[in-house]
C-alpha cells in the first residue's frame, strides 16, 4: 500500500485563461507534489501554486491524468465541479484538416506539436530559420539533444509537425533554402496568438483572497421581468445535465457552446461574452436536419434567467404540436399567445407598428409587428422588452413570426404570472412599484428543472 503523503492539490479552471488549469498545494510535504507536477510540464505561478497551459487547448484532459498519478502516489488531489466538467466535456477542433483520425489521434498529433513548442521554447529546438509557404509557417532547426538531428518544421500551434528530419544544420538549411529562397526569414517565427496566451498563462501571479467588501446586497422580490439576470452558464449546464437528448458541443477558443437536440432539428446556441444588448442566446427550428430554419428566437445577455429556463424547460417538454413545427400567424395565434397578458391586465392598444401590450407597471412591454409577420425571416416579428424604452430596454427577446404560439403564450404566462430576485444594496431605496405586480408566485427556480428522460 502507497503510503500517505501529507500533501493536498486542489485543481481549477485558470482565473483568466480559457483553457488553462491552476494547481494550488498545501501540506507539508506539497513540494513532492509540485516537483511530480513539474515533471508533466506543469510551471510554478506563484508559491505552492502550478499553472498547466499548453497550445492544445488540452489542459482538462492532461490535468485528469496528473491526478491519477498524484492520487497513486499517495497524493490527495481535489478536482473542482467546474474543471471535472471540463474534464468530461467532448469537443473537437472545428474544420481539423485530418477529419479522418480519431479523438485520440488527434490528441496524440496535438501533444507531439506541444513537446516541439516546449522545445523551442526552452533552448532544446534552436530554429535557424521560417518562412510561410502560403498556407501555413514552416521552418528549419537543430535539437541540441536527440542526438543533434536537424528537423523540417510545418504547421503551426497544435497543428506543428516534423515533415523532414535532416543529419545536420548544413545539409537542413540548403535544403530549406532550396525551397523558400524568397519567403525565408532568419530565426524562429513571431509567437502565435495561442503561444502568447499560452505563455501570459503561465506567468506569475497574486492568489492572495479578495478582502470582503461593502455589505453584501440584499434579495428583494420583483416581477420577473425586473429580476437580476443570475448565471446564464449554470443555467444551461443544469438543462443539458437534466436532458440527454440534447447533445453539448463548446468551440475551442471558449466563446460558444451549442447544444443540438437528438433529432438534430431543434439548436440553441449559447454565446458566453457579450455586450449588454448583443445577442447572448439563439434558439433555432428546422423540419428536418438539411432544411432551411422554419423559426428562430433570440434573449440578449441581461434576460432574467427564471425566463430563460422557463423557456428552455418548454422546447425540452415539447408543449402544444407547434413546438417544432411553428405556428401560422393569424388573429387566432395571436389571441393564444398573448392571453395570459390580457387576463393579467396588461395593456394592448394599436400603435402604428402593431399591438404592445404594456405591464400595469410600465416597465415592461410585449409587441406584435403584423407588417413583419409577412416576411419570415423577420427576426422581430415579436419584441419583449424590460424597462419603459423598448429601443433601449435592460433585456428583450425577438421572435420571427412563426414562433410556436404555445411557446409565446408560456413566456407570457412568465411575465404576468411569476416573481423573480434582484439584489439591491441595503439602504439604497427600490425603484420598482411592487405595489401593482402581480400575486406572489412560485419562481422557475423554486420548481424542478423538468423531468428526467
Excluded at 67 to 85: C, D, N, S, W, Y
Excluded at 116 to 136: F, K, S, V
Excluded at 156 to 167: G, K, S, V, Y
Excluded at 375 to 380: E, I, L, T, V
Aim: include cysteine; glycine fraction near 6%; hydrophobic fraction near 40%.
Amino acid at each position: 500500500m502507497t503510503p500517505a503523503i501529507d500533501a493536498h492539490v486542489r485543481l481549477d479552471t485558470h482565473p483568466t485563461h480559457p483553457s488553462a488549469v491552476q494547481a494550488v498545494l498545501t501540506g507539508t510535504q506539497a513540494r513532492v507534489a509540485s516537483m511530480a507536477l513539474e515533471a508533466a510540464d506543469w510551471n510554478i505561478a506563484a508559491t505552492n501554486v502550478l499553472v498547466l497551459a499548453r497550445i492544445d487547448h488540452e489542459e482538462p484532459y492532461w490535468a485528469a491524468d496528473a491526478a491519477k498519478h498524484l492520487t497513486a502516489e499517495g497524493i490527495t488531489v481535489e478536482i473542482t465541479p467546474r474543471l471535472q466538467e471540463a474534464i468530461d466535456e467532448q469537443w473537437t477542433w472545428p474544420n481539423y484538416p485530418m477529419p479522418w483520425c480519431t479523438r485520440s489521434e488527434i490528441r496524440e498529433i496535438s501533444n507531439q506539436a506541444q513537446k516541439i513548442h516546449d522545445d523551442i521554447l526552452h533552448g532544446q529546438l534552436l530554429i535557424h530559420a521560417h518562412a510561410h509557404d502560403g498556407h501555413t509557417t514552416v521552418a528549419v532547426g537543430t535539437y541540441l539533444h536527440r542526438g543533434g538531428k536537424s528537423v523540417y518544421l510545418h504547421g503551426e500551434d497544435h497543428l506543428r509537425q516534423i515533415a523532414d528530419t535532416f543529419d545536420s544544420p548544413a545539409q537542413a538549411l540548403a535544403a530549406f533554402e532550396k525551397v523558400h529562397a524568397a519567403e525565408m526569414r532568419p530565426g524562429p517565427a513571431p509567437l502565435t496568438d495561442t503561444e502568447r496566451a499560452a505563455i501570459a498563462a503561465r506567468s506569475v501571479f497574486d492568489v492572495t483572497t479578495a478582502q470582503s467588501g461593502p455589505s453584501r446586497p440584499e434579495p428583494e422580490a420583483v416581477p420577473v421581468y425586473l429580476a437580476d439576470a443570475g448565471d446564464h452558464d449554470a443555467l444551461l449546464d443544469s438543462f443539458l445535465n437534466a436532458h440527454g437528448e440534447f447533445e453539448k458541443w463548446r468551440t475551442w477558443s471558449d466563446e460558444t457552446t451549442h447544444a443540438i437536440h437528438e433529432s438534430q432539428t431543434l439548436r440553441i446556441e449559447r454565446v458566453h461574452e457579450t455586450q449588454a444588448r448583443e445577442t447572448a442566446w439563439t434558439v433555432a427550428a428546422y423540419e428536418t436536419p438539411v432544411s432551411d430554419r422554419m423559426w428562430h428566437l433570440t434573449a440578449t445577455r441581461d434576460t432574467p434567467a427564471p425566463v430563460l429556463q422557463d423557456l428552455l424547460i418548454h422546447l425540452a417538454d415539447g408543449d402544444g404540436p407547434d413546438t417544432i413545427t411553428g405556428a401560422s400567424v393569424d388573429e387566432k395565434t395571436v389571441t393564444t399567445a398573448t392571453q395570459p397578458l390580457t387576463d393579467a391586465g396588461w395593456k394592448h392598444p394599436l400603435t402604428g407598428h402593431g399591438i404592445r401590450w404594456t405591464s400595469p407597471d410600465g416597465e415592461a412591454g410585449v409587441q406584435f409587428a403584423p407588417l413583419s409577420a409577412q416576411h419570415p425571416q423577420n427576426p422581430a416579428t415579436w419584441t419583449i422588452w424590460a424597462r419603459a424604452n423598448p429601443d433601449r430596454p435592460t433585456w428583450a427577446i425577438t421572435a420571427s413570426p412563426h414562433n410556436p404560439s404555445s411557446l409565446l403564450a408560456g413566456l407570457a404566462e412568465t411575465l404576468a404570472q411569476e416573481t423573480g430576485t434582484r439584489q439591491v444594496q441595503p439602504g439604497r431605496e427600490h425603484g420598482v412599484r411592487l405595489t401593482s405586480s402581480a400575486p406572489a408566485a412560485p419562481t422557475a427556480a423554486d420548481r424542478p428543472a423538468s423531468r428526467s428522460r
